[in-house]
């Protein structure tokens, strides 16, 4: 079946720090991969999606590139502002089809001034 | 139209209690989503509908629950003899039905369920 693996959190960084959160997946097929935001009290936003093999994705200096070979979609940001701290959720489609999203257990960033 | 409204915001019941909650998309979006999320957990999906039409059902949802769409525009998700293993987020997501759905797949803040 479809799986996607995250790294656990949480993860805290110092403003302005490097940020990777891995993500993996196991899935049929060739799926749509993205990654999703949750601020605190708000709902599940869309951060930054790549459709197929070799695709990057980029948003609010985010950024995940879709690897095939290696069945990842890391997001990468080069330095983080207090602002990023959120929960952030690596999904796939299973079938394009945008009807069913496979979420892994997310990640907690923490970034202190 | 500000975006996907669920209604309550939170929920605590007692056990064997039936809940209903409600979520209203946003109003030309064709598709409507419920998904369930625990605590420490990525929400799983649960049902979805294409207008009135509830195309696909999660085996996570048991005949306890039942969701329905009955003209096409808000949705209720309703839990019968809720368990304590009930508790959680209770997220509505709605999409366009053309074009990339995935780009206009936008969550409500959910609905916090408490069965004690």
């Known amino acids: 079946g479809n799986s996607v693996t995250q790294m656990e959190g949480p993860v805290t960084l110092s403003e302005e720090a490097f940020l990777t959160i891995n993500c993996t997946y196991t899935?049929?097929?060739?799926?749509?991969l993205f990654w999703y935001v949750q601020y605190p009290g708000e709902g599940l936003q869309l951060l930054l999606k790549a459709t197929k093999a070799d695709d990057k994705g980029s948003n609010k200096g985010f950024e995940a590139t879709y690897r095939k070979e290696t069945t990842s979609f890391h997001l990468e940001k080069g330095s983080v502002q207090v602002s990023d701290s959120a929960v952030y959720f690596c999904a796939l489609d299973r079938n394009n089809a945008g009807n069913m999203l496979t979420f892994g257990g997310g990640t907690r960033l923490m970034v202190k001034p | 139209d500000t975006g996907v409204s669920q209604n309550p915001r939170h929920k605590i019941t007692k056990r064997g209690q039936n809940v209903t909650f409600r979520c209203d998309p946003i109003?030309?979006?064709?598709?409507l989503y419920w998904y369930r999320q625990t605590l420490g957990q990525g929400p799983e999906f649960l049902t979805y509908?294409?207008?009135?039409?509830?195309?696909?059902k999660s085996r996570l949802l048991s005949d306890r629950f039942s969701a329905e769409r009955p003209k096409g525009s808000f949705s209720t998700l309703e839990i019968q003899r809720t368990e304590q293993g009930d508790s959680a987020m209770y997220l509505c997501?709605?999409?366009?039905?053309?074009?990339?759905?995935?780009?206009?797949?936008?969550f409500g803040s959910g609905t916090r369920l408490t069965v004690v």
């Open positions: 899935a049929t097929g060739y799926p749509s």
């Open positions: 997501a709605s999409s366009p039905l053309d074009g990339d759905a995935n780009y206009g797949y936008t």
């Open positions: 509908f294409q207008n009135e039409a509830q195309l696909e």
């Open positions: 109003s030309e979006h064709n598709r």
